[in-house]
């Protein structure tokens, strides 16, 4: 089954052809951060306008790149939410538009179940349920085990900011571009992680759930305590060390209460940080992350196989009509979901 997959929530514009849910036929990923760059995140209209250029650009380079005629599309899928609602409202109008002229099915998908199947994506066997998933990007930061695509339970989730976003309030502390997430990283490559110390959030609390925003506060004071005497690199590194052990940490405890999970996978743009990617690859499971970095930060791919798997589990009921949603609540992203927190 081809599916196009269309993905406009933040300040990328993507399209993407793939087989199955598994087979990447194309990939095309334009982004305006390079512009954002200079600014300290992302600015709605600005984002909008951007995606209207590169939309039809973007969707006939997917489609030449994967050498096939709209006419051997057996359906589109594309982000309903949530988002910013000028960059949806893009991606959306565009799959209904070229759904109805091409008379193909459309699938609205949420936004975080995109992510959740980004380890489908190019994997050379399949992944075994039930899956413990740590999906931690700019907006959300959840932890689900799920026992099929479509079922599971919400673990736990951020009480406040979420884990790229701890990233990105700390880069623009530290004077560092936005997203924050690749600039820390790169900033903190030659120093020593343990060089300054941060609380750790919620030590006390029986809870999967997570909390960034005191991480946030404390490198603001640090910073200002140290009245610019402090070491970048030092201070990016420590700061990044706290982010992911607090991830680690909460990955380690879900495990043990659930010892029936057979792998552990990690989703979403912090999934592409190398720090993280090697504290979890300690824990006693097999470990997955996205094959390509390409793949953890917003991509079409990822949509186009979260609807082929919808499709596969729901049959015709995710062809259903939908709406564009900017708050697209977490408890719309699963079927079933027996516990949502964080909302
Ligand atoms: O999934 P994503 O591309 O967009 C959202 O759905 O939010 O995630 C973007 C987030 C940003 O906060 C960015 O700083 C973070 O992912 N990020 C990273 C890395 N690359 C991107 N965080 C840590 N390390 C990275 N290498
Ligand atoms: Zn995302």
């Given amino acids: 089954m081809l599916i196009l997959g269309i993905e406009t929530s933040c300040d990328e514009t993507a399209a993407a052809v793939v087989e199955d849910g598994v087979h990447v036929k194309s990939s095309i990923i334009a982004s305006s951060k390079k512009f954002f760059e200079r600014k300290t995140g992302v600015i709605p209209e600005e984002a909008a306008r951007k995606q209207v250029e590169c939309m039809i650009p973007v969707l006939e380079a ?12 057996d359906a589109i899928a594309v982000t309903r939410g949530p988002g910013l609602l000028g960059s949806l409202l893009v991606g959306t109008t565009t799959a209904r538009l070229l759904a109805s002229t091409w008379k193909k099915p459309l699938i609205g998908v949420h936004h975080t179940l995109g992510h959740l199947s980004s380890t489908w994506l190019e994997a050379q066997d399949a992944p075994a349920f039930p ?11 959840d932890l ?3 026992t099929s695509h479509m079922s599971g339970m919400l673990l736990g989730a951020t009480r406040d900011d979420a884990a790229g976003e701890a990233f990105d309030k700390g880069a623009s502390l530290l004077g560092l571009p936005y997203p924050g997430g690749p600039s820390i990283a790169k900033a903190a490559e030659s120093g020593n992680p343990h060089a300054y110390t ?5 030590a006390q609390e029986d809870t999967l759930d997570f909390s960034y925003s005191g991480l946030k506060t404390s490198l603001k004071y640090l910073l200002r305590d140290l009245k610019g005497e402090g070491i970048l690199a030092d201070l990016a590194a420590s700061y990044q060390h706290a982010i992911c052990a607090h991830l680690a940490d909460r990955f380690a405890r879900a495990l043990g209460k659930h010892p029936e999970a057979k792998e552990l996978h990690v989703v979403g743009g912090v999934s592409a940080n190398t720090v993280l990617r090697e504290m979890l690859r300690t824990l006693p499971r097999p470990f997955r992350a996205p094959v390509k970095l390409s793949y953890c930060t ?17 049959g015709k009921r995710a062809f259903a009509p939908f709406t564009t949603e900017a708050s697209l609540p977490r408890s719309a992203v699963l079927q079933q979901t027996t516990r949502v927190t964080g909302e």
């Fill in 62 to 73: 997917a489609l030449k790149d994967a050498t096939i005629d709209p006419s051997a599309l």
């Fill in 131 to 141: 899956i413990l998933t740590l999906s931690a990007s700019g907006g959300h930061t």
């Fill in 198 to 202: 941060f609380p750790i959030p919620l």
């Fill in 144 to 146: 689900w085990l799920r």
């Fill in 298 to 314: 917003d991509n079409a791919a990822m949509i186009a196989s979260a609807g082929y798997f919808l499709q596969k589990e729901h």
